[in-house]
């Protein structure tokens, strides 16, 4: 197959450039249907309340009010519910607070009216009398005896060694080779705690989406959405419809980072069209994002690690403890702790606290910030003790370069990108480096590659691009069909028209949906050859497809390139002779590899003040194959934008005492601008993985796993202080420069 100038590994512009930057893209907030009213949520004002009543009847009698939902409005709605759908019902209920809130922001009510002006003056008509309970913001607090539950069953949990623990949402014990025997090797052991905030992903476009009911009860929903199936499928459990009677059409979306995945607003938007009847648009506030939102969680983290004299890791443990709010689901991350690194012993002890917070959501390598800041931020502190250069004693640690595996060679990239052994450092300047790693998941998928008369592909799939996935998708094509890029159109479908597709999150889509597109595209250039074989095959020669080429758009005979026909000539005869030339792939998944991030920064450390000035940055990634490197550039720098972020300025504050939101918006919370971060030098390592298309690995995840680190250790090569809980702010910095408490850690 000749080699074209826009397919993999080509630099070319994405597929939704010119929309987004003309304005022509559609968002969800840009849907308007006939007769829609807007959408407002009452929340409770306490984190943890008994609900002693609620009274809605000032707000339905608002003119311009259509609907109000509450708890009791869905009791009356389900009360038919034969018992062996109780499970079902108690779902349908559950969407809104009953006998008590668990944190503020929960919701209490809905409201839709002909403005969301008017929506929110109904909201703050309804009158609810609450009864305080007391607010458990701490995981070590409510884990005590005695502390209050703040959900009511199976949340106690009783160790091995008779100790209860109160608010536990889930645990997790495993462990690895011989742990006694690799402390016994051993000649030094290190322990250290670390308490890393929860983090909100903070993406520019709010939860929205729009809903319409028709009068036979098919719902369909405009949405901002990572994955539109997942959508449709939780709206189908959550409110008992047929997922066929459900259409869930996913809009342009406006950043996502693992929290769109669904069930924050769409439900609720399906929700109020039910009860009024009409379409509703429901658009959270920057406010209603911090409040009710699902931020990363959370981490107490205590680690134990066993080291020789010439810095050989021999054992590790560690005791982790996720604050998972009103929810649960993180302990699992914990098995990060062995990074990428050989240990022969390993133990991990984990538990999911309950507290009066929100329940948490996935955000960008869900666990990997957290359990990485500490793993790496004790690793260096081991290598000042042993007198170890920080990269040598990486180096000592990490597994020897594999197929499918660049460990030491992305580490290696990155220090050579600043020259890591002659590096300098001014006064109170210093140099750190951390090294995260992820593992793509993966997912189904399907996809559609035809040809068209022009000659020109159409890919169809049911794929959410966040990430400049569409382009990668389309340069596949191109490559396989030996196409320019630009002949290639994309085209998403809704969960109606387009075949089952996983969504975009945990690194997976261009793993999953780039295969699916490979052999789709694959499938339709043998169609192709084909139908060009049999075209030239005459009584002088019988024309096999390994005779034939594809050059400039057309088939041709390798040894009379005379005898040839475009695209475009065979597109159109196909429509006489067969039918049209149309490809299918499909995927199911498969195993990828290691996919590792190292990375380097250098900060200035004002000792007045305690401001940290990050002066440069580098880091490598392992990207397999790099089908679209402009697109892995953009993922690695954004990625590690974001771990800086919450390294030096980012985390979700909370009222020790009432367990309310201290900054829930992007005035109090703060993240890095352009003037907070220096040009990102970044080298792409390319160690392809066997089941990747052509070899490409998951890499959005990776980048924001080793920043927290790297700044850590940056600092405390500065500066001789090391703290134990981001993000390091400078009154926090100033404080451990003078040898005072840095201040209060919260998960």
């Known amino acids: 197959m000749a080699a074209v100038a826009s397919g993999v590994g080509q630099r070319v512009p994405r597929t939704d450039s010119a929309d987004k930057v003309t304005g022509r893209a559609l968002y969800s907030a840009d849907v308007f249907r006939p007769g829609m009213l807007h959408g407002a949520v009452l929340r409770s004002p306490h984190a943890h309340a008994r609900i002693i009543s609620v009274d809605a009847s000032r707000a339905v009698a608002l003119p311009g009010v259509h609907a109000v939902v509450t708890r009791d409005s869905l009791a009356a709605d389900v009360a038919l519910i034969v018992e062996e759908e109780a499970h079902a019902a108690r779902r349908v209920l559950d969407l809104l607070a009953a006998e008590k809130v668990r944190y503020e922001g929960e919701k209490i009510a809905l409201v839709a009216a002909e403005t969301r002006e008017l929506a929110e003056q109904a909201v703050a008509l309804i009158e609810v009398v609450y009864e305080p309970l007391p607010a458990l913001i ?15 069953e199976q949340t106690v949990a009783t160790l091995d060694d008779g100790q209860v623990l109160h608010n536990i949402a889930g645990q997790m014990h495993r462990t690895n080779g011989d742990l006694a025997a690799g402390w016994a090797a051993a000649d030094r052991v290190f322990e250290d705690t670390y308490t890393i905030p929860r983090a909100h992903q903070t993406y520019l476009e709010p939860q929205v989406a729009v809903a319409e009911v028709d009068p036979q009860g098919r719902v369909t929903v405009w949405t901002s959405t990572q994955g539109h199936f997942a959508i449709q499928s939780n709206i189908s459990k959550s409110l ?35 009860a009024s009847g009409r379409p509703v648009k429901l658009v ?28 050989r890791i021999t054992a590790r443990e560690c005791w982790a403890y996720w604050d998972v709010g009103v929810g649960s689901g993180a302990s699992w991350a914990t098995g990060r702790i062995k990074g990428v690194y050989d240990i022969p012993a390993i133990a991990l002890h984990a538990f999911e606290v309950h507290t009066n917070k929100p329940a948490p959501g996935a955000y960008r390598a869900p666990g990997a910030p957290q359990v990485t800041f500490a793993s790496e931020a004790q690793l260096d502190s081991i290598a000042a003790a042993l007198g170890i250069d920080p990269v040598e004693l990486r180096l000592r640690n990490l597994p020897d370069d594999k197929p499918q595996v660049a460990f030491r060679r992305t580490l290696l990239a990155a220090a050579e990108q600043v020259d890591w052994a002659h590096r300098t450092a001014g006064p109170d300047e210093g140099w750190g480096v951390a090294i995260g790693e992820w593992t793509n998941g993966a997912g189904p998928a399907a996809a559609v590659v035809s040809l068209a008369p022009d000659g020109g592909a159409q890919l169809f799939y049911g794929l959410m691009d966040l990430t400049g996935t569409d382009t990668a998708c389309a340069q596949i094509v191109a490559e396989v069909l030996d196409l320019p890029y630009e002949r290639v159109r994309v085209t998403r479908g809704d969960t109606d028209s387009a075949p089952y597709g996983t969504g975009s999150g ?6 999953s949906f780039g295969n699916a597109v490979r052999d789709a595209a694959q499938a339709a250039r043998e169609q192709l050859l084909e139908l060009a074989a049999a075209h030239f095959s005459d009584q002088a020669q019988a024309v096999t497809v390994a005779d034939l080429e594809t050059v400039d758009q057309q088939v041709r005979l390798r040894a009379n390139p005379d005898k040839a026909a475009s695209f475009a000539e065979l597109a159109t005869l196909a429509l006489r ?59 690695m720098e954004g990625g590690a934008v974001q771990g800086l972020g919450w390294g030096l300025m980012e985390e979700m504050l909370y009222d020790p005492q009432t367990g309310r939101n201290l900054n829930p918006d992007l005035l109090d919370y703060r ?9 990102q030098q970044t080298v792409l390592v390319e160690e392809p993985t066997t089941h990747g298309p052509f070899g490409a690995k998951g890499i959005g995840e990776p980048p924001i796993a080793p920043g927290i ?11 001789g202080v090391r703290l134990e809980h981001p993000p390091f702010t400078p009154e926090r910095v100033w404080r451990a420069l003078q040898g005072l408490d840095p201040g209060p850690a919260r998960t």
């Not at 995981?139 to 703040?150: K, Y």
């Not at 406006?254 to 069930?263: I, S, T």
């Not at 680190?709 to 500066?719: D, H, Y």
């Open 138 to 152: 701490d995981v070590a607090a409510a884990m005590l005896p005695g502390a209050p539950l703040i959900h009511d």
């Open 240 to 274: 008992r419809l047929p997922l066929g009677d459900i259409n869930v059409i996913g809009m342009t979306i406006g950043g996502g980072f693992g929290g769109k995945f669904g069930g924050v607003v769409d439900t609720y938007a399906v929700l109020l069209a039910q």
């Open 284 to 311: 959270y506030s920057r406010h209603d994002e911090f409040l009710d939102g699902r931020p990363a969680p959370g981490l107490r983290i205590t680690i134990k690690t066993g080291v020789t004299h010439d810095g």
């Open 506 to 511: 945990g690194s997976v889509a261009l793993f």
């Open 577 to 635: 002779q067969g039918g049209p030339v149309v490809g299918e792939g499909r995927f199911s998944p498969k195993p990828s590899a290691p996919t590792i991030s190292a990375q380097i920064a250098k900060v200035h450390v004002d000792r007045g003040t305690g401001q940290v000035t990050l002066l440069e940055f580098a880091h490598a990634l392992d990207v397999g194959r790099a089908i679209s490197p402009v697109s892995c550039e953009g993922q």
């Open 671 to 679: 993240v890095p601008t352009s003037l907070d971060v220096p040009p």
């Open 709 to 719: 680190a790297a700044l850590s250790n940056a600092i405390a090569a500065a500066v």
